[in-house]
């Protein structure tokens, strides 16, 4: 019997420890896995706990990019002859509309284009002539048919000659009405916008094969290139809703949608090109800028705990879960990120649980 009785007080004293401080009550009892809090211990009153709950919370995701100009918003403007800069008419940060003038540049290879309009021209109206005055002959039943088709074959090749000689021009927004032969080229502006580059040099000789001497950019909106990750692609839709932050102006956020995303993967970062546009009518982005954009996902229900509640252990984070025997159990979870003072809770966590949220530090003394 007596035997009996020391194993009864062996496995209680097993299962069942307990500390106290010196002079005072026991402050905690641990029974498995699980603490409980005597209603005389000093931690009373130093763990608080809430109920965890969902709430709509839209899920964010970031990604780094790069401004950029658009594309049909950005023209490089170079001669298309060789030949000596005569004239300019712009200046740098000018605003330029759709054929305004750049420069002028008289060029020997447009000296010679529009020579071959007028000589075209000057054909294509004798072959005309021809060709009505044999139309009129074999009308009169004086001329030949074969006279005939011949002058209908040349006239049709000449206003041939003539329309390839009229598009030529056109290239160079010249409209050969107005054209005097031996006239400067006036080269113009493709688009509307911005003079942002002007390298002219009155009497400078270029060559056609040259590099651009000035650039137009319309930047009232431009493109900002982002790099998403791989898992994150389901996550964002083209029109969606994005705000970018340049990392020159930190606090200042730009409302962003996305345009286009790539169709490509890039197999060594793992990512996608996403093109999000984005106004710029104050100019504060410029091209060349790193940005970060911010993705944000539809709404849906998520658990969000105090970032007090969560604890590390090595490479996982816990949470002490209250019991309904009153105890507090360490449980496992699984966060996707964190939102100003917010855990988002991916996996460990049931709505109803309560959860410590401060004086979670006495209980991990207690383990």
Known sequence: MKRLFYIGIAFIAISCHSKTESGSSVNYVIKGDTIFIPANSNLNGKIKTKVVSSVPYRHKKSASGIVKAIPNNYAQIASPFSGRIIRSFIRLGQRVSVNAPIFEISAPSFFDAGKAYSQSKQ???????????????????????????????????????????????????????????????????????????????????VRDDAGPIALVAEL????????????????????????????GMPGLIIPGVVYHISEMLDESTRSVEVFVECENKGHNLKPGMYATVQFTEKADNSILIPTSAVLQLEESSFVFVKTRNSGYLKKLISTSGTDNDKVIVKLGLNIDEEIVTEGAFYLIEAK
């Open 123 to 205: 054909e294509m109206e004798l072959a005309d002539k021809n060709r009505r005055r044999q139309q009129d002959l074999l009308k009169n039943g004086v001329g030949i048919q074969k006279d005939m088709e011949e002058a209908e074959v040349s006239y049709e090749l000449s206003k041939r000659d003539y329309e390839n000689s009229i598009a030529s021009l056109n290239v160079y927004h010249v409209n050969p009405a107005d054209m005097i032969l031996g006239q400067p080229l006036v080269v113009r502006s493709p688009i509307a916008g911005e003079v942002i580059a002007d390298n002219i040099v009155i009497g400078q000789y």
């Open 220 to 247: 009232s909106k431009l493109w900002v290139v982002g790099q998403l990750k791989e898992k994150d692609i389901s996550a964002i839709h083209e029109s969606d809703e994005v705000e970018i932050e340049a990392a």
